[in-house]
């Protein structure tokens, strides 16, 4: 039975506000999953099961499959599409809200992210994975356009940002393909793109990583001139032009976002 119809069969009702916009188009599912580089050795982990279809695609090329769904009225769907599936492991759970212990004692050993990504949630589960200790290798995730190419971005240009650092200092990252809005259903406002990261922590010799995260996100408070009109600066003032009365302020003000 086509998705649609299973979907119907259970009154299934889209939730927007879970950025639930599926794919049905199997050629491009497999696109996807021979872009992630999923083979039989591979444990991988998706995040929005949403009807199961990019699950099954990747049930057929890798180990086993976990995958997570927030939105449970999708079990009855899940059971159908997913019933002749036995690699496949389907949680229930906002994959954000849960501890990464909570996640190895249902995952062991490395693994690879697939997702297509709900559209809020892509730099919250790009953040949580890369500054997690969990052994995850690859993420290769269906993202908006724009925030695959801000995420891609050389220094220097107006896209190039606090995250884009972030995901440059600790994987190597590619657009592999882009991906047409038509392509989902419902179809969303907006285009994608699939973004494959090769997760790489010793790429470069960071002592303290959370010191280095908070002096990326400080240096682009910096560039953007919050810092400078915060403390009421001239936005082209030099530190050696600072009073120490001003360098206090400054120096107040740089806690404040660094507590953030
Ligand atoms: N993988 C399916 C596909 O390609 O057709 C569904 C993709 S859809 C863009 C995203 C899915 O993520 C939705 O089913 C949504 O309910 C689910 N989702 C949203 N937020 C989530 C969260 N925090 N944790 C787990 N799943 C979430």
Known sequence: MEIREILKKHNFRFNKALGQNFITDVNLLNAIADDAEVGKEDIAVEIGTGAGTLTRVLADKARHVYTFEVDRSLKPVLDETLADKDNVTVVFSDVLKMRDEEIENI????????????????????????????????????????????????SGTAEYGAITVGVEAFSDAVVTRTVGRSNFFPVPKVDSALLRLAVNKNKYKIADEKFFRKTVKCAFLWRRKTLASECNFDSMIRGEKLSVKEFVLLSSVIRKYLKK
């Open 107 to 154: 995952v062991s050993g490395p693994f690879k992210v697939v997702a297509n990504l709900p559209y809020y949630i892509t730099t919250p589960v790009l953040t949580r994975f890369l500054e997690s200790s969990l052994p995850v290798t690859e993420m290769t995730l269906l993202m908006q356009k724009e925030v695959a190419e801000r995420l891609t971005a050389k």
